[in-house]
């Protein structure tokens, strides 16, 4: 395994979305490294997220999130965000012409 860049991290930590580290510390986790999701829940704490909170994101997740079977939520497609639908939609080359029908995971703000 290659060893973690602590520095590198920590400044992905700093300037993540606090949704962003909310999705991490909780649909997310699931082989995450321990170091990196202690960074993340120090920094939530930093920013006045409290465990209740962070419960309740996860309970709210949960409910439209698609889980895989380790627990953890399919990522959209399109972001990082939890899918909450799979849909069938064309793979296109350079943005534009239709190569052909792949299924796309989307979450809630890529879902139209
Ligand atoms: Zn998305």
Redesign the pocket.
């Known amino acids: 395994m290659l060893a973690l860049d602590l520095k590198r991290v920590a400044a992905f930590v700093r300037e993540a979305d606090t949704e962003e580290l909310l999705d991490r510390v909780t649909v997310y986790r699931v082989g995450m490294e321990p170091v990196a999701l202690d960074l993340m829940e120090a920094e939530l704490d930093r920013r006045g997220v409290t465990r209740s909170d962070i419960a309740d994101h996860h309970i709210e997740r949960r409910q439209r999130a698609i889980l895989l079977p380790d627990g953890s939520a399919l990522r959209?497609?399109?972001?990082?965000?939890p899918?909450v639908v799979r849909r069938w939609g064309w793979h296109r080359a350079f943005g534009v012409l239709p190569v052909f029908p792949l299924v796309f995971a989307?979450?809630?703000?890529?879902e139209k």
């Open positions: 959209c497609n399109f972001c990082v965000r899918a989307r979450c809630e703000k890529h």
